[in-house]
Nanobody, 120 residues
Framework: QVQLVESGGGLVQTGGSRGLSCAAS????????MGWYRQAPGKERELVAT???????NYADSVKGRFTISRDNAKNTVYLQMNSLKPEDTAVYYC??????????????WGQGTQVTVSS
């Protein structure tokens, strides 16, 4: 199977920056896409940013211009650089990856989540 391990969460002040990383390991034939989602208390999980194998990137409108997603294909790792953080960015951030574990079998995987808290 595939494991996603996130790191980088924590407490940051409004206007500050924080970087997250997520490394995929296990039975990986090919990674289709990786990305970040977040879930705030009492709210549904929402997309933050994704990047596919070809390098195409998608951002939620709420983070455009402030967050940057990047990917190191050689390390099976995705990063999220978060700048100009706002209290409304407070959430548990989850790493997501769509992975082929063989030439014909693929599935979606999730990390355990990392808390990001932005203090006002």
């Amino acid at each position: 199977q595939v494991q996603l391990v996130e790191s980088g969460g924590g407490l940051v002040q409004t206007g500050g920056s924080r970087g997250l990383s997520c490394a995929a390991s296990g039975t990986i034939f090919r990674i289709i896409a990786m990305g970040w989602y977040r879930q705030a208390p009492g709210k549904e999980r929402e997309l933050v940013a994704t990047v596919n194998a070809g390098g195409s990137i998608n951002y939620a409108d709420s983070v455009k211009g402030r967050f940057t997603i990047s990917r190191d294909n050689a390390k099976n790792t995705v990063y999220l650089q978060m700048n100009s953080l706002k209290p409304e960015d407070t959430a548990v951030y989850y790493c997501n990856a769509y992975v082929y574990t063989s030439t014909t079998s693929w599935d979606a995987y999730w990390g355990q989540g990392t808390q990001v808290t932005v203090s006002s």
